[in-house]
């Protein structure tokens, strides 16, 4: 998804052990243990952000799958439980902040995109969705994606493709994967190339906020373009929506532009920082 620039508040500094005074820094002296008294206490080791837990762990796990590979269920089972663990206070987000409020009660709210990290393998990023939000049917191609809803309750309705490719215009088939509420705290989501849900659209029943990880990342000259779709509104000619015995249901998607009332806009991540060493 195209997402539009948008000022964020600058990144601060590390507070040095420093204090200010006559216009002066002057750095604060450490007092030595006198002598006899025995070795200083060791310093408490810090807690390794949950971010940082995260980025490590998709470092690992998509680096060794390889470009583009989707990878082993050992590796996706270690980045969705570092996912499961992680809470919205690990990202320093609210449901009280700007991102989730609906600035005309009357229109279509703007999906905020905060970015964590971004590299050829993979990307981690945080949605914000006020209530009524909606980000539209759209397709991963050729992607690994993890969802984890870390506050609110969406309605998600998902899809894969009933049948490969082919280069014919016009609407395709496509089954229904999912269809109903999630509602925070819930496991995280996963979904595949072709398997999973590929094609999903969120609609935020209130203040909403999914950190995806998305492996690789869109890349147009990659051809993983982001691609959105409509239900087909000519889907009566081709065949409407099905049920079939088994109790699946399909349904005649066709690509459409983004929704003209669709705002994604990108803003600062001000939660801990990914440091890539």
């Known amino acids: 998804m195209q997402v539009e620039a948008s000022g964020g508040l600058p990144e601060l500094e590390g507070s040095r052990s420093a204090s200010w005074v ?10 030595r243990p006198r002598h006899g008294a025995g070795a200083a206490p060791q310093a408490m080791a810090t807690p390794v952000a949950a971010v940082q837990r995260l980025f490590e762990a998709c470092r690992e796990v998509f680096n060794d799958a390889g ?3 989707v990878p ?3 590796g996706i089972e270690r980045v969705k439980a570092v996912l499961d663990s992680i809470t919205a206070e690990d990202v320093g987000l609210t449901p009280n902040m700007s991102y989730f409020r609906r600035v005309d009660p009357h229109g279509t709210p703007k999906i905020t995109y905060l970015h964590l990290y971004k590299c050829e393998a993979f990307s981690i990023g945080i949605f914000c969705l006020p209530s009524r939000g909606v980000i539209p049917l759209h397709n991963h191609p050729g992607m690994t ?3 984890k809803l870390l506050f609110g309750t969406m309605h998600v309705k998902s899809y894969d493709w009933a049948a490969a490719q082919q280069d014919i215009p016009g609407p395709r088939l496509a089954k ?3 269809d109903g509420i999630l509602t925070a705290p819930h496991e995280t989501s996963v979904l595949y190339p072709e398997d999973g849900g590929n094609m999903h659209c969120f609609t935020a029943q209130n203040a909403c906020a999914v950190l995806d990880v998305l492996g690789p990342p869109y890349d147009d000259g990659s051809g993983r373009h982001c691609q959105y779709y409509n239900v087909s509104s000519s889907a009566i000619s081709v065949g409407g ?3 079939m015995p088994g109790g699946d249901s399909y349904e005649w998607l066709e690509e459409s532009e983004p929704p003209q009332d669709f705002y994604l806009v990108g803003s600062a991540y001000m939660g801990p920082r990914i440091l890539d060493q």
């Open 67 to 69: 470009p583009g590979a």
């Open 241 to 243: 929506s099905m049920l």
């Open 145 to 147: 994606v993890f969802s």
């Open 72 to 74: 082993p269920p050992a």
């Open 176 to 178: 229904v994967k999912s």
């Open 22 to 31: 006559g216009g002066a820094i002057r750095r604060r002296r450490q007092r």
